[in-house]
């Protein structure tokens, strides 16, 4: 993210709002992804549980700075790396193969279905 996006403040509520909106964007393309119940949001991040479809889990944060993978485990910060992804899809791209499928067969059914209501409009 940029140098702005570095210093942004939300509270605590926001950024879970903030996350669930991502959440809710991927949800289709994932086995789980949550807030965190154990490790608490603050004003600069929120933590997220993810399991992706190879059933690998992982904890990230999710900050102004975007998403940095923090453990290879739910609720695990052992691991903080200093890697960030500006956008969930990109983190997602990184880290699960079967996401880049799952994404791209949604894509392409989507496009199908286009392509079928112009056909029936001809």
Same mark, same amino acid.
């Given at each position: 993210?940029?140098?702005?996006?570095?210093?942004?403040? +939300? &509270? %605590?509520?926001?950024? *879970?709002?903030?996350?669930? %909106?991502?959440? &809710?964007? !991927?949800? $289709?393309?994932?086995? =789980?992804?949550? !807030?965190?119940?154990?490790?608490? =949001?603050?004003? *600069?991040?929120?933590?997220?549980?993810?399991?992706?479809?190879?059933? +690998?889990?992982?904890?990230? #944060? +999710?900050? /102004?700075? /975007?998403? =940095?993978?923090? /453990?290879?485990?739910?609720?695990?910060?052992? &691991?903080? /790396?200093?890697?960030?992804? #500006?956008?969930?899809? =990109?983190?997602?791209?990184?880290?699960?193969?079967?996401? *880049?499928?799952?994404? %791209?067969?949604?894509?392409?059914?989507?496009? $199908?279905?286009?392509?079928?209501?112009? &056909?029936?409009? +001809?």
């Amino acid at each position: 993210m940029n140098a702005e996006g570095e210093n942004r403040v +939300l &509270d %605590a509520e926001q950024w *879970r709002l903030e996350a669930q %909106a991502v959440i &809710d964007d !991927v949800k $289709n393309h994932v086995r =789980s992804f949550t !807030v965190s119940e154990k490790l608490q =949001s603050t004003n *600069r991040c929120v933590y997220l549980n993810l399991t992706t479809l190879e059933d +690998l889990k992982f904890c990230i #944060e +999710l900050s /102004g700075n /975007g998403f =940095s993978i923090l /453990g290879k485990q739910h609720d695990d910060t052992s &691991d903080k /790396g200093d890697e960030y992804f #500006e956008t969930p899809y =990109s983190l997602l791209n990184f880290l699960s193969p079967q996401y *880049r499928d799952s994404f %791209a067969n949604c894509l392409l059914d989507k496009l $199908n279905q286009l392509n079928g209501t112009q &056909d029936q409009e +001809l």
